[in-house]
C-alpha cells in the first residue's frame, strides 16, 4: 500500500487546493499519469502520480485546501488488500502544521530566531524577520495553530482600508517575490554577457519560413532555446540540481522556459529531454507549454524537474537582462531583444542582427570559465543553423 501525497511545486510552496480530481477508486494509475489538479498561488497545475498501483480511496476533496505532504489518495499494489480503517490512516498521515513541508532544496540554515520554539513555516519565519514581526504575537490558520506566510502578511495590511481578497495576480507576484528572494539569499550568482552576430540565422530562418506551410515555419526563440540546450549538454556542470550541500548533474537537459502570462505573471515549465528533440519538435513543444500554461493545464514535474532556465524577451525589448536563477537550478540564460548594431564582417562595417546573452550562474557549482565555456558552445550552433 501506498499513501499518495502533495507534492510540493517549488521551495516557496506551503498549500494548494485541490481543484479536480481526474481519477476514481478502482481506477488502475501508473507513473506520469495526471490524477488531480491543484491551485496554488502559481496557477492550475496537473498532478503526476509518482506511484503504481490501484486507486482504493481518495482522501481529499474538491475545493479543499491542503498542505504540502498533505494525503491524497491510497494506492494498492496488484493482489494487496485494502486497509481495514481509511479514516484513521488518514489521521495518522495528515500533516498538523506546514511546518513538516520539506523543501526539495537545502539551504543554508539562517541565524536562530528568538521565535523558533512557534510552529511556523520556514517561508512565514523569513517573512516575520523582514517584517521585524513577533510570531508569538500571531495566531496561525493552519491546522494545530501552524502560522503560514499568509498570516505574517496580514500584519502588513493591518490599517489597511482596503479589506478585500488579494488577486490572483497579486498572490503569483507575491510567490516570485519570496522565491526570487530567497534564490538571491541563497545562491552566490554571478553574471557573464557576450554579444553575438545572429544574422546567419536570422537568414536561415527566413529562407526556411518560405519553404514550408505556416503550421511548420520557426520562431527565432526556438533556434535559442535549440542552441542554448545543446550547450547545455555539452557543458554539464551547469545543467542540474544544487540539493543537499551538493550539485547533481542531469544527463537529459529539461530546458525551463520562461513565459510570459496573458495579464500579468510569470512561469516556467520544463520541456522536458529536450536534448533528444530536434529543432521542429523543439518549436512545437515550446508552442505546447505556451499554449498549456496559458490555460492553467501545466503538469508539477514540469514546475519541478527544469535543469536550467532559459529566458527570451522576444522580437523587441530591452537588449539585455540579468536573470534570478530558480532553485534548486544553478544557471539561467536570459537573451536580449534582436539589435542592428554595426559589425565588422571581413574587414568591413556592416549592420548586423545581434542579440546579448547574459548567463546567471551559481558560483558554488562553476566559474567564469566554464560559462565562457557555455557561451562558446552557444554561439557556435546559432552560426550554423542547418546543424541544429
Not at 18 to 35: A, F, I, K, N
Not at 134 to 153: R, Y
Request: charged share 20%; glycine share 8%; net charge negative.
Amino acid at each position: 500500500m501506498a499513501i499518495f501525497t502533495l507534492p510540493s511545486l517549488g521551495s516557496d510552496m506551503e498549500a494548494g487546493t485541490l481543484v479536480e480530481w481526474l481519477v476514481s477508486p478502482g481506477d488502475r494509475v501508473s507513473r506520469g499519469d495526471v490524477v488531480a489538479v491543484i491551485e496554488t498561488q502559481k496557477g492550475a497545475i496537473e498532478i503526476e502520480c509518482y506511484e503504481e498501483g490501484t486507486v482504493h480511496a481518495l482522501m481529499a476533496e474538491t475545493g479543499e485546501e491542503l498542505p504540502v505532504g498533505a494525503p491524497l489518495a491510497i494506492l494498492l499494489a496488484p493482489g494487496e488488500a485494502p486497509p481495514d480503517d481509511t479514516a484513521e490512516l488518514r489521521s495518522d498521515t495528515t500533516p498538523a502544521a506546514p511546518s513538516i513541508v520539506k523543501p526539495k532544496l537545502q539551504q543554508t540554515p539562517a541565524a536562530p530566531l528568538p521565535f523558533e520554539e512557534v510552529r511556523a513555516s520556514p517561508a512565514a519565519r523569513l517573512r516575520a524577520r523582514e517584517l521585524n514581526v513577533d510570531l508569538k504575537d500571531l495566531s496561525g490558520s493552519f491546522p494545530g495553530g501552524g502560522i503560514v506566510l499568509a498570516d505574517v502578511e496580514a500584519v502588513s495590511a493591518r490599517g489597511s482600508a482596503t479589506s478585500s481578497k488579494p488577486s490572483p495576480m497579486a498572490e503569483m507576484r507575491k510567490a516570485i517575490g519570496a522565491s526570487m528572494a530567497r534564490s538571491k539569499q541563497t545562491i552566490p550568482h554571478f553574471y557573464l554577457s557576450h554579444m553575438i552576430d545572429v544574422q546567419p540565422a536570422m537568414d536561415w530562418l527566413a529562407e526556411h519560413n518560405k519553404a514550408v506551410s505556416p503550421a511548420e515555419r520557426l520562431l527565432s526563440g526556438a533556434l535559442f532555446v535549440r542552441c542554448a540546450v545543446l550547450a547545455a549538454e555539452k557543458v554539464q556542470e551547469l545543467n542540474g540540481h544544487y540539493v543537499n550541500g551538493a550539485f547533481q548533474p542531469s544527463e537529459s537537459v529539461n530546458a525551463a522556459i520562461a513565459v510570459a502570462l496573458r495579464g500579468g505573471g510569470l512561469v516556467a515549465p520544463a520541456l522536458m529531454d529536450a536534448n533528444r528533440l530536434n529543432l521542429s519538435e523543439t518549436m512545437d513543444g515550446m508552442r505546447d507549454l505556451v499554449s498549456r500554461a496559458r490555460s492553467g493545464r501545466l503538469r508539477n514535474s514540469e514546475m519541478t524537474e527544469g535543469t536550467i532556465t532559459i529566458s527570451s524577451l522576444g522580437e523587441t525589448g530591452a537588449e539585455a537582462m540579468a536573470g534570478i536563477i530558480f532553485p534548486p537550478q544553478v544557471a539561467l540564460l536570459c537573451i536580449g531583444a534582436p539589435q542592428i548594431r554595426p559589425w565588422v564582417v571581413d574587414g568591413d562595417i556592416v549592420p548586423r542582427r545581434v542579440v546579448t546573452l547574459t548567463l546567471s550562474v551559481d558560483h558554488r557549482v562553476s566559474d567564469g570559465r566554464l560559462a565562457a565555456r557555455f557561451i562558446t558552445e552557444f554561439e557556435t550552433r546559432i552560426k550554423d543553423p542547418d546543424s541544429l
